[in-house]
């Protein structure tokens, strides 16, 4: 079965800077899609950014950025210029490609502190 | 558009009690489905759809039972709600197949459900 892992329950981060999040994955499958949601207090999930594991070019969101690394099975987050708003819980999920279940395996979690 | 709708938002029960979530989504999606999240455990597949008619089980079936009569509407139903049905439910929907962004999940605000 598919596993997700986030290492950082907790990470913080001033005002404008930058920071990553980390998750790593275990699939034994070659062709599957990656994910970033984000959950705000307000509790709506909210996806942040998508990356197909055929397409070698890390995908790009404004200020959001991934680190795919296929081999090693890791996909880390990477936010720029943090802002106040950017708080909240991370979660990196996977799902296959194919077929109709369209399951996502989520991680655990990281809640991102911004700081004024 | 109104996306995917949820209710009700908040719910107390007591333990042995019966209750329906309601999801209904207006983009004309094929798949539907319902996740569970619970603190530290990220968020599990309860049960999906992939059109009317056609329901399947995920990670976390027991207790629960769906159906989905239309394409529009796929209800929760928990038949003797326990303690361990505490959680906060997401009803999340996309599109079947296609490229591109097209079958990426949308999810409801969630609805938060207490058992006594």
């Known amino acids: 079965a598919q596993t997700v892992t986030q290492s950082q329950p907790e990470m913080s981060v001033q005002e404008a800077e930058t920071v990553t999040l980390s998750c790593t994955y275990d699939?034994?499958?070659?062709?599957?899609?990656l994910f970033w949601y984000k959950q705000p207090p307000s509790r709506q999930m909210i996806l942040v950014i998508r990356q197909e594991a055929y397409k070698q070019q890390n995908a790009t969101e404004n200020r959001f950025s991934v680190n795919f690394q296929k081999a090693a099975k890791s996909f880390s987050l990477k936010i720029s210029d943090s802002q106040l708003g950017d708080a909240a819980m991370y979660f990196c999920?996977?799902?296959?490609?194919?077929?109709?279940?369209?399951?996502?395996?989520f991680g655990k979690g990281t809640l991102l502190t911004v700081n004024p | 558009n109104a996306g995917v709708t949820q209710t009700p938002k908040f719910q107390v029960l007591k333990t042995g009690q019966s209750m329906t979530l309601q999801c209904a989504q207006d983009?004309?999606?094929?798949?539907m489905s319902w996740y569970r999240q619970d603190p530290g455990m990220g968020l599990r597949l309860i049960h999906y759809s992939v059109g009317a008619g056609i329901t399947d089980q995920g990670e976390v079936p027991n207790g629960y039972n769906v159906s989905r009569s239309t394409t529009e509407d796929f209800p929760l139903r928990l038949l003797s709600a326990a303690p361990s049905q505490t959680s906060v439910y997401f009803c999340?929907?996309?599109?079947?197949?296609?490229?591109?962004?097209?079958?990426?999940?949308?999810f409801g605000a969630g609805s938060r459900l207490t058992v006594l």
């Open positions: 999920a996977y799902r296959e490609s194919g077929g109709s279940n369209y399951k996502l395996t």
């Open positions: 983009m004309n999606h094929e798949y």
């Open positions: 699939t034994s499958e070659s062709d599957y899609y």
């Open positions: 999340a929907s996309s599109y079947l197949g296609g490229v591109g962004g097209a079958n990426v999940l949308t």
